[in-house]
């Protein structure tokens, strides 16, 4: 097929979620022009329900740097969250413990602002498209793809990021590149449900029938999960059915009571820990979830593809604009020594709070002793709160 367009830019960037928005953000900041492209429609994005907690810097990042106010207005500052088990909840007091807090701002949202603040600055965005095919990563780039019109269009760069989420085909282009892995027996089954909210900061639960997560949108919407076998499916569950995993998971002798109504939406959530690394080969640069995504439980996801663009944005500055050749080599190293201690965390969040079948008395009595020295104990529980609230973007 002829190419209908071929246009020149600084930075190509494949993926125009967070991770892609945020970096063409800052590169216009910088005064380095790039280009997006992405096979998801703007609606499909904004209508697509996914994380919902930023840490401190990922707000400060948003706030400082001109793509979003709203954030602060509309979103929600929570200052803790409550640790659930034995039928009580505990709450662990993050303004206390690091005078840190998180905001509760959907990444629905997030996107939002980021797509309003590029339009606004003329960025060239372009949404819709697909098949897209990444050549000349070593020397000379480029990105070409097709438009909903059928019409195919390539775009020259100096340098590409790889920004394309979870299925990434950019990661694919890291020529001996390591891959770490690891697998969960369990899942998440997520509901959107019409209901007041039951609490003011995220409820974490650890119970007999499993993990169950209670978190919340708005006044009137409530996003809830609860652990389930990976190959549930979200058909089989009726309203009735999804409320008694959760009433039960959620029930206690301390009063708490858990709001429901109708469920408006339903879908399993597959768990995974994956790292690869490097994150750089020749003139392709990873960000995001391309290169690494964590088990939602630590609400890490977002705000690591968000740290990662920052550090990206820096050092291609520095690349483009300072001749710098060196510190395109900094960015795995800069970036992954955030990425694996945010894996530890999401992994430790996720053994401490879930249920593992074939798990022995002695299992379940060390996991309920565990929370319990985290509970009383200012160590643990400092700790806890660093890594929820973000150790600070460097
Ligand atoms: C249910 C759920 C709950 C979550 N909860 C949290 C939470 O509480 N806190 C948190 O921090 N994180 C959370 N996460 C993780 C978070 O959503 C991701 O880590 C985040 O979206 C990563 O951003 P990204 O820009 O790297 O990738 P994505 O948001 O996946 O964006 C990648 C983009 O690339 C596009 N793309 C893919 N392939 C191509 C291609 N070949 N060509 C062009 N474009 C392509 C996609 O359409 C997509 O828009 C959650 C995730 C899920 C699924």
């Not at 590169?27 to 209508?47: F, K, P």
């Not at 663009?309 to 060196?326: P, Q, S």
């Not at 190293?333 to 530890?344: D, I, M, P, T, Y």
Request: proline residues 4%.
């Amino acid at each position: 097929m002829s190419v209908h367009s071929s246009t020149r830019t600084q930075v190509a960037i494949v993926g125009g979620g967070p991770a892609g928005l945020m970096l063409s953000h800052l590169l216009h900041i910088a005064g380095i022009e790039s280009v997006v492209v992405d096979n998801r429609t703007v609606e499909q994005i904004e209508t697509t329900h996914r994380a919902g907690i930023l840490e401190r810097d990922s707000v400060r990042l948003l706030v400082d740097s001109g793509a979003s106010d709203r954030v602060l207005t509309d979103g929600h500052e929570h200052g803790g969250i409550s640790l659930r088990f034995g039928g009580v909840s505990h709450r662990i007091d993050f303004q206390k413990l690091t005078g840190a807090s998180v905001w509760l701002y959907p990444q629905t949202e997030v996107f939002v602002d980021l797509h309003r603040a590029r339009t606004r600055d003329g960025g060239d965005l372009r949404y819709g498209i697909l098949d897209t095919e990444v050549t000349g990563v070593l020397d000379s780039p480029v990105v070409t793809y097709t438009d909903a019109a059928g019409a195919r269009h390539e775009i020259a760069a100096d340098l590409v990021v790889g920004a394309d989420g979870s299925r990434s085909v950019c990661r694919d282009l890291v020529e001996n590149a390591r891959q770490y892995y690891r697998e969960y027996p369990f899942a998440w089954f997520g509901v959107m449900v019409q209901a007041p909210p039951s609490a003011p900061e995220l409820i974490y639960t650890r119970a007999a029938q499993g993990f169950a997560l209670i978190s919340q949108r708005t006044d009137t919407l409530q996003r809830m999960y609860f652990q389930c076998d990976p190959n549930e499916d979200p058909a089989q569950w009726s309203d009735d059915r999804i409320w008694d995993q959760l009433h039960s998971r959620l029930a206690g002798s301390d009063g708490f009571r858990l709001q429901d109504g109708p469920v408006l939406e339903r879908t399993v959530l597959p768990f995974r820990s994956f790292v690869q690394s490097p994150m750089r080969h020749g003139r392709l640069l990873l960000a995001g979830d391309a290169a690494h995504t964590v088990p939602p439980t630590g609400a890490k996801g977002l705000n690591l593809a968000l740290a990662d663009v920052r550090v990206l944005a820096e050092v291609i500055e520095r690349a483009i604009d300072k001749g710098d050749g060196d510190a395109l080599d900094s960015y795995t190293e800069r970036a992954l020594s955030r990425v694996w201690k945010a894996q530890h965390f999401s992994y430790w969040m996720t053994t401490m709070l879930h249920r593992v079948s074939g798990a022995t008395d002695f299992d379940e009595q060390r996991q309920l002793g565990e929370l319990q020295t985290l509970i009383s104990s200012n160590a643990g529980s400092t700790y806890l709160a660093e890594g929820y609230t973000g150790w600070p973007h460097h």
